[in-house]
């Protein structure tokens, strides 16, 4: 209770609990300042503090990285307007308390490798992604055009490039190979699976939404290509099942519009596509089989004779039938 607050600190600890050190004079000014940790709860015996419950910040970097992906304007946004934006979207409040914060600001700032918090030229407060997680929103991109959100490791940096227009460069961000900065750079967008020439790159489950919401929808590139043209022209050893998505002047293409292309003459069976994530691997095992000591074809040691064969004399005849 908030009355027992300064007894059961003195018991617990061995010394008084001086609020004046605090600049604080009342235990509701000092619950005030501790908000992100602690919280007051209306009980029928009075007011009971209680500690936070804190909500997953996993969670909530990955809806705000969605969000900043998705961002089509500037290239960064206002502490204030981000905030607004998040409301909008999820119907919710963002309250950094929750997770463990004073500030939106502060809690910003501790996902320094995502998110780059500045003040701009109007002293506002602003947040931008890394160049790291640009190339991530470039990469999440990419793998929006596929089917399954996935492509083949070794065709990953042909891909890129024609979708990107530049060469993808690993030690421009501190990566020595594609491998490298695809495998653990950038854990909450995409990750590598698989085995030896067949590893794959894949999206992230958090990364596959698509925003259309005052003005937030997938980002466009500027080397997109035309209607005319397809989204993506990757090598010619493609797989078979991938697909092509046609762009659209008007916004990103639903799923219903995407078509499967493929070629009679492809050398690569359509079973050596990757398979998708969402699917559970199968697991072939034989029926367990019993083995017991017998003989199988049921030889009999001992063949039973026939039984003899039994008259029986209807009744009220002394003799057999025929006989006198």
């Given at each position: 209770?908030?009355?027992?607050?300064?007894?059961?600190?003195?018991?617990?600890?061995?010394?008084?609990?001086?609020?004046?050190?605090?600049?604080i004079?009342?235990?509701?000014?000092?619950?005030?300042?501790l908000?992100?940790?602690?919280?007051?709860?209306?009980?029928?015996?009075?007011?009971?503090?209680?500690?936070?419950?804190?909500?997953?910040?996993?969670?909530?970097?990955?809806?705000?990285?969605?969000?900043?992906?998705?961002?089509?304007?500037?290239?960064?946004?206002?502490?204030?307007?981000?905030?607004?934006?998040?409301?909008?979207?999820?119907?919710?409040?963002?309250?950094?308390?929750?997770?463990?914060?004073?500030t939106?600001?502060?809690?910003?700032?501790?996902?320094?490798?995502?998110?780059e918090?500045?003040?701009?030229?109007?002293?506002?407060?602003?947040?931008?992604?890394?160049?790291?997680?640009?190339?991530?929103?470039?990469?999440?991109?990419l793998?929006?055009t596929?089917?399954?959100?996935?492509?083949?490791?070794?065709?990953?940096?042909?891909?890129?490039?024609?979708?990107?227009?530049?060469?993808?460069?690993?030690?421009?961000?501190?990566?020595?190979?594609?491998?490298?900065?695809?495998?653990?750079?950038?854990?909450?967008?995409?990750?590598?699976?698989?085995?030896?020439h067949?590893?794959?790159?894949?999206?992230?489950?958090?990364?596959?939404?698509?925003?259309?919401?005052?003005?937030?929808?997938?980002?466009?590139?500027?080397?997109?290509?035309?209607?005319?043209?397809?989204?993506?022209?990757?090598?010619?050893?493609?797989?078979?099942?991938?697909?092509?998505l046609?762009?659209?002047?008007?916004?990103?293409?639903?799923?219903?519009q995407?078509?499967?292309?493929?070629?009679?003459d492809?050398?690569?069976?359509?079973?050596?596509?990757?398979?998708?994530?969402?699917?559970?691997?199968?697991?072939?095992?034989?029926?367990?089989?019993?083995l017991?000591?017998?003989?199988?074809?049921?030889f009999?040691?001992?063949?039973?004779?026939?039984?003899?064969?039994?008259?029986?004399?209807?009744?009220?005849?002394?003799?057999?039938?025929?006989?006198?």
């Amino acid at each position: 209770m908030m009355t027992d607050l300064l007894k059961e600190y003195a018991k617990i600890f061995g010394y008084t609990f001086h609020l004046q050190n605090y600049d604080i004079s009342s235990i509701s000014a000092l619950t005030q300042k501790l908000c992100h940790v602690v919280k007051v709860a209306d009980i029928e015996s009075g007011k009971q503090i209680q500690l936070i419950n804190r909500k997953s910040l996993h969670s909530l970097t990955a809806q705000l990285l969605v969000l900043l992906m998705s961002w089509e304007g500037t290239a960064c946004l206002s502490v204030d307007e981000l905030k607004r934006h998040y409301e909008t979207m999820h119907s919710t409040l963002l309250n950094p308390c929750e997770y463990g914060f004073m500030t939106l600001t502060e809690l910003l700032k501790s996902l320094p490798y995502l998110i780059e918090v500045f003040t701009n030229d109007k002293t506002e407060e602003c947040v931008k992604l890394t160049s790291l997680y640009l190339f991530a929103k470039n990469v999440r991109s990419l793998l929006h055009t596929y089917h399954y959100q996935q492509l083949f490791l070794h065709e990953f940096s042909v891909a890129y490039t024609k979708y990107v227009g530049e060469t993808l460069q690993p030690k421009a961000y501190g990566y020595s190979s594609v491998e490298e900065i695809l495998g653990g750079a950038i854990p909450h967008v995409a990750w590598i699976k698989g085995h030896g020439h067949k590893r794959i790159v894949v999206l992230k489950n958090d990364m596959k939404s698509r925003l259309s919401l005052l003005g937030l929808s997938p980002a466009n590139h500027e080397h997109r290509p035309s209607a005319s043209e397809h989204i993506l022209a990757v090598p010619e050893s493609r797989i078979a099942s991938d697909l092509e998505l046609g762009a659209d002047s008007d916004g990103p293409c639903q799923p219903e519009q995407e078509l499967l292309r493929l070629t009679n003459d492809s050398p690569v069976d359509i079973l050596c596509a990757p398979v998708p994530s969402c699917l559970p691997s199968p697991q072939l095992r034989p029926d367990p089989v019993i083995l017991q000591s017998a003989d199988l074809i049921q030889f009999e040691e001992h063949p039973q004779e026939p039984p003899a064969q039994r008259w029986v004399m209807p009744e009220g005849t002394g003799a057999f039938p025929g006989c006198e």
